[in-house]
């Protein structure tokens, strides 16, 4: 829902740091690999009961994956880069509820909704991205990516948001996993009308 919007603002110095990793040798895929393996780090520090720096290795993975991707734009995209870059993402995503149903018992359950929300949510955005490629249709709302990006209600910003105020409240866990779930399924009902009116 905001990615789009906050585009504008964090790419010009995410391209700027983009290109000057780019000249010391840096690789987009390297960074996506030392990102994922930060935010899997969060994760488990969430489960071990260290919140605090579980939030910020999440912060740290936020970071990098936006830096590797303007790496990509200053180097030159790849198709196993942006592979490579969505599939760090998801599995990122699925972790920080793992982290938090490990922590506590009472947190299973919501976290196993979250994550079963989450697979849902991927599944209407792989989707759509497929057929919209086979359909040779392109967008650049998200900025310049290896594939069609199509926008929801729940996205990457709402996500880390989501995480964050986990972290800081991690009393309300539950509470605030459900109701992000509810937000990924309304997502998948927007994706779906979406897919509906445009591949008729």
């Not at 290795?57 to 995209?77: E, K, M, Y």
Request: hydrophobic share 55%; net charge positive.
């Amino acid at each position: 829902m905001f990615d789009a919007k906050l585009r504008p603002l964090i790419d010009p110095p995410l391209n700027r740091a983009g290109r000057a990793l780019a000249r010391l040798g840096v690789t987009a895929n390297a960074l996506t690999i030392a990102g994922l393996a930060l935010g899997l780090a969060g994760a488990g520090a969430i489960a071990s009961g260290a919140i605090g720096a579980g939030l910020a290795l999440i912060l740290a993975n936020r970071l990098i994956d936006g830096l590797d991707g303007a790496v990509a734009r200053a180097r030159g995209p790849t198709a196993f880069g942006g592979y490579l870059d969505i599939v760090a993402d998801f599995a990122f995503y699925v972790s920080v509820p793992l982290g938090f149903g490990v922590l506590a018992d009472a947190n299973t359950l919501p976290a196993l909704v979250l994550v079963a929300s989450f697979v849902l949510t991927g599944v209407s955005f792989l989707a759509f991205a497929t057929i919209a490629a086979t359909r040779g249709e392109e967008t650049a709302a998200h900025g310049r990516k290896s594939f069609f990006y199509s926008t929801g209600l729940a996205e990457g910003a709402e996500t880390i948001l989501v995480f964050a105020l986990m972290c800081l409240f991690p009393a309300w866990f539950g509470v605030i996993a459900y109701a992000y779930a509810g937000l990924c399924v309304l997502t998948v009902f927007q994706r779906s009308a979406m897919a509906l009116a445009q591949f008729r």
